[in-house]
């Protein structure tokens, strides 16, 4: 394949070097003269192991070079990869000026090229920007329409410094956001040879996982030092403690917990957290992970009752009760309080959960409940059907109960609010909420 790479920095170097290397024809670009200069001579611009020989043996074979004419390197090939630096403004917003600048300049050279040619970015962009920036730039310069004489996708990267070349021939994951046919089909064809099969995604979604990665990766960090700072006070080595947690890969290192969705609960996680803390603080620790992990759960509560306020309706049915399916567990569950807080608004709420009132009619925990929720008790109904009549939102909180309802002819036209995402295939519009989608 013949491919353009905007940008000789650290991705477009290695991204060009690679696929140089795996045989495709790599044209790199930059407005740079020197850099231009350095790999043109076989030599790397940039320090990373291994990448010194990679550029020489590509230029040697005359499958990478570099210019600084981006009219020259639009014609000349049918892919362009842009690669250029998105660095954050002293505020903290991104910024895209770079990216604008390679925008204007590869939509001028399309229009003067009768091929469909495809722009895929590789530069770490927010959701939206692609679609807001760069197609819009694309089209006001080269006089075309996205889909006809250009394609678009969104291809991020996740290269370490250090491991790069490794990083780019055995990828954790490949993940390509898409928009048109064409180019679709080129990356697919791209990352043929490759073992792990690409995720396709919208190019909103694409841009998105980048930030969600390095997002999670600095958490981690964040966390692990944490939780160091706590083991050291206790006199624990935290290697040995972090070490048997990443042992752990059907909980630890898993997907388990990483699902967007509602507050958590039940009988440890609050509870241990809290704990934590205040172990820490008392041997002179301070956890802000850990503080801010509460708050987190603390904003999907709000963010729940602010749905129920603007629904704007005064008859509410909570579907389950306990803090996950299949438990009668009612300890630290976060819909008890979020049924107290609807409850606290002046809302008439109702409360559908089988197996607690099952479990409160025999008697099971009937001494709990008129003890510790008596005003929860009275807003129990047996049956789903119950709920329905007389509930004009509906907020789903238990996904096992939530999906007969939602097949229910009787949910007609009533506000629903999903907070654990019943049915995959939903997401915001019309009556239908998602907390998170």
Same mark, same amino acid.
């Given at each position: 394949?013949?491919?353009? !790479?905007?940008?000789?920095?650290?991705?477009?170097?290695?991204?060009?070097?690679?696929?140089?290397?795996?045989?495709?024809?790599?044209?790199?670009?930059?407005?740079?003269?020197? %850099?231009?200069?350095?790999?043109?001579?076989?030599?790397?611009?940039?320090?990373?192991?291994?990448?010194?020989?990679?550029?020489?043996?590509?230029?040697?074979?005359?499958?990478?070079? &570099?210019?600084?004419?981006?009219?020259?390197?639009?014609?000349?090939?049918?892919?362009?990869?842009?690669?250029?630096?998105?660095?954050?403004?002293?505020?903290?917003?991104?910024?895209?000026?770079? !990216?604008?600048?390679?925008?204007?300049?590869?939509?001028?050279?399309?229009?003067?090229?009768?091929?469909?040619?495809?722009? /895929?970015?590789?530069?770490?962009?927010?959701?939206?920007?692609? #679609? %807001?920036?760069?197609?819009?730039? =694309?089209?006001?310069?080269?006089?075309?329409?996205?889909?006809?004489?250009?394609?678009?996708?969104?291809?991020?990267?996740?290269?370490?410094?250090?491991?790069?070349?490794?990083?780019?021939?055995?990828?954790?994951?490949?993940?390509?956001?898409?928009?048109?046919?064409? +180019?679709?089909?080129?990356?697919?064809?791209?990352?043929?040879?490759?073992?792990?099969?690409?995720?396709? =995604?919208?190019?909103?979604? &694409?841009?998105?996982?980048?930030?969600?990665?390095?997002?999670?990766?600095?958490? %981690?960090?964040?966390?692990?030092?944490?939780?160091?700072?706590?083991?050291?006070?206790?006199?624990?080595?935290?290697? #040995?403690?972090?070490?048997?947690?990443?042992?752990?890969?059907?909980?630890?290192?898993?997907?388990?917990?990483?699902?967007? @969705?509602?507050?958590?609960?039940?009988?440890?996680?609050?509870?241990?957290?809290?704990?934590?803390?205040?172990? &820490?603080?008392?041997?002179?620790?301070?956890?802000?992970?850990?503080?801010?992990?509460?708050?987190?759960?603390?904003?999907?509560?709000?963010? &729940? =009752?602010?749905?129920?306020?603007?629904?704007?309706?005064?008859? !509410?049915?909570?579907?389950?009760?306990?803090? %996950?399916?299949? +438990?009668?567990?009612?300890?630290?569950?976060?819909?008890?309080?979020?049924?107290?807080?609807?409850? @606290?608004?002046?809302? #008439?709420?109702?409360?559908?959960?089988?197996?607690?009132?099952?479990?409160?009619?025999? @008697?099971?925990?009937?001494?709990?409940?008129?003890?510790?929720?008596?005003?929860?008790?009275?807003?129990?109904?047996?049956?789903?059907?119950?709920?329905?009549?007389?509930?004009?939102?509906? !907020?789903?909180?238990?996904?096992? =109960?939530?999906?007969?309802?939602?097949?229910?002819?009787?949910?007609?036209?009533?506000?629903?609010?999903?907070?654990?995402? /019943? #049915?995959?295939?939903?997401?915001?519009?019309?009556?239908?909420? @998602?907390?998170?989608?």
């Amino acid at each position: 394949m013949r491919i353009s !790479v905007f940008g000789i920095g650290y991705v477009g170097t290695v991204t060009g070097a690679c696929l140089a290397r795996d045989g495709h024809d790599v044209l790199a670009v930059d407005i740079n003269a020197t %850099k231009v200069d350095i790999l043109n001579a076989g030599c790397s611009p940039i320090v990373e192991p291994g990448l010194d020989e990679l550029i020489d043996a590509g230029v040697r074979m005359k499958r990478l070079a &570099a210019t600084t004419n981006a009219d020259e390197a639009i014609a000349a090939t049918d892919i362009s990869l842009v690669c250029v630096g998105t660095p954050s403004a002293p505020n903290g917003s991104l910024n895209t000026d770079y !990216v604008k600048r390679t925008s204007e300049q590869i939509g001028h050279a399309l229009a003067s090229k009768s091929q469909f040619h495809s722009v /895929v970015v590789r530069s770490t962009l927010l959701p939206g920007t692609t #679609e %807001k920036l760069v197609i819009p730039t =694309l089209e006001a310069n080269s006089g075309k329409r996205i889909g006809e004489g250009f394609g678009i996708a969104y291809l991020p990267e996740f290269l370490r410094e250090g491991s790069a070349i490794h990083d780019f021939e055995k990828p954790a994951s490949i993940v390509i956001g898409v928009l048109d046919t064409r +180019t679709h089909h080129r990356l697919l064809a791209l990352h043929q040879s490759f073992d792990d099969e690409p995720q396709i =995604l919208s190019v909103r979604a &694409a841009e998105a996982v980048k930030y969600a990665n390095n997002g999670w990766h600095a958490l %981690k960090i964040s966390f692990a030092n944490e939780i160091g700072l706590i083991c050291k006070a206790f006199g624990v080595d935290s290697y #040995e403690v972090m070490g048997a947690l990443c042992k752990d890969t059907k909980l630890n290192i898993s997907p388990a917990y990483l699902k967007p @969705g509602f507050a958590f609960g039940g009988s440890c996680l609050p509870k241990d957290v809290r704990a934590l803390r205040y172990g &820490a603080r008392a041997a002179d620790v301070d956890t802000p992970v850990l503080d801010a992990t509460l708050a987190a759960n603390e904003n999907q509560l709000k963010k &729940a =009752l602010s749905m129920i306020d603007e629904a704007g309706q005064r008859r !509410v049915g909570l579907v389950g009760l306990s803090f %996950k399916p299949d +438990t009668d567990d009612l300890r630290n569950s976060p819909f008890v309080s979020l049924a107290e807080r609807i409850i @606290g608004r002046g809302y #008439e709420l109702k409360i559908y959960d089988p197996i607690i009132y099952r479990s409160y009619r025999l @008697g099971a925990n009937r001494k709990y409940f008129l003890q510790q929720m008596p005003h929860l008790a009275e807003r129990l109904v047996e049956r789903g059907e119950d709920l329905l009549n007389q509930s004009q939102v509906i !907020v789903m909180g238990n996904r096992h =109960l939530a999906k007969p309802l939602l097949d229910n002819r009787a949910i007609g036209e009533k506000i629903v609010i999903d907070l654990v995402r /019943v #049915e995959r295939s939903q997401r915001s519009s019309g009556l239908y909420h @998602g907390i998170c989608w």
